[in-house]
């Protein structure tokens, strides 16, 4: 970028005021300022040039879930004269074979990967060398929003690094673990580093997301002028101990805060973790956070800029209020968390029609060899109380039974022909297998039929507001009284399948009171991630025309469709409860399972198809999390959508998310 063209973006005017050996000229600027300006740029530029390193990896994996590796060279600066190297960990999540590094006086060699900083996303390599030259850090006290910031990268046999001029437009950003850049970033300069006017490093070039994490939050904002780089000052406080071999870990507590304005509510904490150091160190809900370290807190979103740069292994001081007092904690910080079981009762709730206020929840069926079983609950009992907690609802019930242990004893109380009864029951595990039998709810057509009914049977239109279009079935019966499940279906690559799926499913959809829609991909061919928001429009579009029941929204997709049906499951949480894939296995790394946002699987998949034993390997892997998971093998079928059984089988699945 020129100073010109700086100049006009940033100020939107050629009047300037120039400050030229103390006299101040006003008007346009003086023909050479640009060349001068450019000037100390490439002198910036050269000051920090013998550091910048290029980097180049040789084998590894082609994609990591839906995003394809980089096979071109990248950047990484020397941060200790005796080999040590650093780079964005980005550059290195193909697990390549082998790393070369590329010294700026041409000089190539074999580097070694030492440790990661997965907080900051960064990897420490080390390479054979000795008296490398190292950079100056900016010091933290001389950050300013709006000086020049110039990113470097190294991926092309020149004597200067390539350069992206910009400023520094924000800081303490990522929960305070960056700085923020306007200068255009792209993978070629991730690991690079982000410069002064004075050849000076600010920090370290990576991608990273305020909303998500994992090893390809934020790569989709490359060129976007949101650029983060890793302060130096911190790079260098944490280099021994990656020098060691040390993968430093996000450091956790093991609390859930309440829901609100993240700028406005106190942090009141929600739950807290079993076997968690929150809990050991005797936190409890309701608990409001006020220090941490001596900061004070009085909004939930300084609570995670206070633990932004916080380390697994690290001890911290938090008070919190409880009632009238105040109580001091010390609590070691853990890397991982024990996996969140979800404690399961094994009713099914009857589902309110619109206008009922009755209290407590009435009981639709139990669920075979449960624990409501063994305790005797009836169909038709109403839950009014747990533990002696008032139940209101549906919502309310799940809530208090997601606060226990799997083995814990509860009392529930029901009424039973407008006689109270106390029954105890012991909570299990949800579950692998589907019930043979599920009565579904009996939804008949309204009478009269409402002048204002959306439409019902097969649609096909556009998405206002969006270059795409879906078809849908909505059954006949449609009464809005009644809440349905949302069934989304996610075509494979090169057939959207749509005849097919709608004559297989419009039965099932009529008799378990569901809603199937089908979003088309721009391209047949298959989906790419930026229909994301697409998808997440139409189920939103959804809701608004028809009465759709959050508990039971699910993504079902068949083959390599199922990639983009699990990407979306895992960044819209809060939108999805279900994922019902055929013959495909899960290749992404899913977030932890979390009680305020209940997910479960169902997987299906031939046993001659050459994929069955990765699915089987699938299942493994979500059960070591704590999710809920169903797989149903197809006996002498290969690489087919399931048969008819299986997608009934199915159906009684999606009537069940809502069990308690």
Known sequence: MTWSQSMARRIGTMLVVLAVGGA??????????????EQAFKAAAVNVAPSVVRIQTVGGLDRVGRTLTGTGATTGLVVSADGFVISSAFNFISKPASVLVTLADGRRFPAKI??????????????AA???????????????????????????????PNLSVGILSALD???????????????ANYGGPLVDIQGRVIGVLVPLSQRQSGQTAG????????????????????LPRLKTGEDLLPGLMGITLKRGDVYAVAAVIDRVRFNSPAEKSGMKPGDVIASIDGREISRLVQVRHALGNKY????????????????????QLVGKLEPYAPAYLGILPRRRLVGDKTVGVTVRGILPESPASQAKLLPGDRVVRVDGTAVADVAGLLDIISRHRIGETVKVQVERREARQTLTATLSGIPPTVPAIIESAIIAAPEPKPANLPGTGRISEDLAGHNHNFWAYVPETYNPAHGYGLVVWIHPGGDTMEADIHDLWKPICEERGLILVGPR???VSGWNLGEAGFVEALVQEMQKRYRIDGRRIVLHSYSDGARFGYHLAFRYRSLFRGVAVSSEPLRLSPPENRPELRLQFFLSCGDKDNLFGLVQKSRARLETMKYPVTLTPVAGDGHNYPPVPVIDAMGRWIDLLDRI
């Open 114 to 127: 030492v440790a990661n900083d997965r907080a900051r996303m960064l990897t420490l390599l080390k390479i």
């Open 24 to 37: 101040v000229v006003h008007g346009q600027a003086p023909a050479d300022l640009e060349t001068k300006e």
């Open 173 to 187: 950003r990522v929960w305070g673990r960056a700085v923020q850049t306007d200068a255009k970033i792209s993978p």
């Open 219 to 238: 790569v989709e904002w490359y060129d976007s002028g949101i650029g983060f780089a890793i302060p130096m000052v911190d790079i260098l406080s944490t």
């Open 521 to 523: 991909a721009k391209k």
């Open 312 to 331: 697994a292994g690290e001890t911290i001081k938090v008070v919190v209020r409880r009632g009238d007092k105040k109580v001091d904690q010390q609590i």
């Open 130 to 160: 000795d008296g490398l030259s190292t950079v100056s850090p900016v010091p933290r006290k001389n950050f300013r929003v709006g000086q020049w910031a110039i990113a470097l990268g190294r991926t092309y046999d020149s004597p200067l």
